[in-house]
């Protein structure tokens, strides 16, 4: 891979990512879009839930020792990565997903759940399907950064490959992007998912979504660009 890829997912995400562009031979260059922190939530009685969602892993981590009250509960966890925060926090019945949060819910119905304790962002896509009741508490913030960071202009300068990996960062790049005023159509992006691609807006040089919601697959549909 010859370009280099811009990251702009928060810490820890961006460093894990850093390193596996490494470990390929890549360079990587990581400017944050945001700053994520821990929100103090009142965890509910474990008893009035079925199961546990965990659509990020900001959301295993941030928790606090709380989430082990709900350790007894199945757990579906949007992908991967947030499986394996979920499981270093303790909790141990994963059901992990491969698509996004609707999947998720729509999966959790099908398995017979009624109630789930949904734990998000202050910013959340908002998630429901018929027979399933989602009760939810904010346990962390992603403040986003205000403006384009200067690294993350020069690596456009650079031609890098930017990788985008959630919809919230999707919009959010292309707002700063226009501020900046850069242009899309001389960009190549990767992104997570088609919801990512979605809310980064149309009219990119190029454009290559993942295969699957994971950094390996993310890393691979960039990889498609620099062919």
């Known amino acids: 891979m010859n370009a280099p890829l811009l990251i702009l997912r928060p810490e820890p995400g961006a460093?894990?990512?850093?390193?596996r562009v490494a470990k390929g031979g890549g360079r990587a260059i990581s400017t944050p879009l945001f700053t994520v922190k821990a929100e103090s939530w009142h965890p509910p009685s474990p008893d009035g839930f079925d199961a546990l969602m965990l659509t990020s892993a900001h959301a295993a981590r941030l928790a606090g020792p709380a989430i082990a009250a709900y350790a007894h509960l199945?757990?579906?966890a949007v992908g991967a990565a947030t499986a394996s925060a979920a499981r270093k926090a303790g909790l141990r019945q994963i059901r992990e997903g491969d698509s996004d949060g609707q999947a998720l819910v729509e999966r959790a119905a099908r398995d017979g759940i009624s109630r789930m304790l949904h734990l998000a962002g202050r910013e959340h896509r908002p998630l429901a399907t018929p027979g399933l009741l989602i009760e939810r508490r904010i346990v962390y913030a992603a403040d986003p950064v205000a403006q384009l960071p200067a690294a993350a202009r020069s690596a456009l300068a650079d031609d890098a490959v930017t990788l985008i990996h959630s919809p919230r960062a999707g919009t959010l790049f292309r707002q700063l992007l226009a501020e900046a005023g850069g242009s899309?159509?001389?960009?190549?992006l990767a992104t997570i998912s088609a919801a990512a691609a979605q809310a980064a807006g149309e009219g990119w040089r190029a454009l290559?979504?993942?295969r699957q919601p994971t950094d390996d697959a993310l890393l691979a549909a960039a990889a498609r660009l620099c062919d």
């Open 208 to 210: 290559a979504i993942a």
């Open 74 to 76: 199945p757990v579906y």
């Open 184 to 188: 899309p159509e001389k960009l190549r």
């Open 15 to 19: 460093s894990a990512t850093a390193a």
